[in-house]
């Protein structure tokens, strides 16, 4: 059943990737990363922080190797919804406004970031989602002359009927990564409140 693919991903997440492993995804699978995958996710249902989510828009709407510089200090994997429906493709104009209301530089003078789609049902790309490192990471082995820079993410698996994708981050800035896990870095309202708004 193709409705297994993700649940398999999300095993996969727990039996094959260190217990320590930042997953980033879309906000929506937060809570199914967490709860299946037994995984730390970047944000989830529960996120409130707009500008959190805005960069997690901008981490995938960017071009390849500018989103990697972001993503290497906050993520070990990238996981994606893909193969049709609704997908990471279909829901990225949305992740690409959501980003532009908090980084202006993405859609210059564009509030609903018209030049990041498509132009037709075939799915034929605009140069900025052409560029984007979703569109790259959800297409790669799919469209001719689609590639993903290996030496940035490796693709690591891939569900059985092609509904999920999960890249390695390569070259994860480690330092980050300690910095992060110390607890004395977390900004929180209160001792050992859930809500920390991080530094």
């Not at 039996?15 to 299946?36: C, E, F, K, L, S």
């Not at 960017?62 to 993520?75: G, Q």
């Not at 929180?188 to 920390?196: K, L, T, Y």
């Amino acid at each position: 059943m193709q409705k297994d693919d993700y649940r398999e991903a999300y095993w996969w997440l727990n039996d094959n990737t260190p217990y320590d492993a930042r997953v980033m995804a879309w906000w929506d699978y937060g809570y199914q990363i967490t709860g299946i995958g037994n995984r730390t996710t970047i944000a989830d249902g529960n996120t409130w922080n707009h500008e959190h989510i805005a960069l997690l828009g901008r981490c995938l709407t960017s071009p390849e190797k500018k989103a990697h510089n972001l993503i290497k200090h906050l993520a070990d994997y990238v996981l994606l919804w893909t193969g049709g429906g609704g997908d990471d493709l279909a829901k990225s104009p949305h992740m690409a406004r959501f980003c532009n209301s908090v980084y202006n530089d993405i859609c210059p003078n564009d509030p609903t970031c018209s030049h990041f789609g498509f132009y037709n049902r075939q799915l034929d790309p605009t140069p900025m989602m052409a560029e984007s490192l979703l569109y790259k990471m959800s297409v790669f082995h799919q469209r001719p002359n689609v590639k993903v820079d290996e030496k940035l993410f490796s693709l690591v698996y891939q569900s059985k009927y092609g509904k999920v994708r999960i890249y390695k981050v390569n070259g994860v800035n480690t330092e980050s990564k300690k910095w992060t896990a110390d607890p004395n870095n977390r900004k929180c309202d209160a001792p050992g409140s859930w809500h920390c708004s991080g530094q």
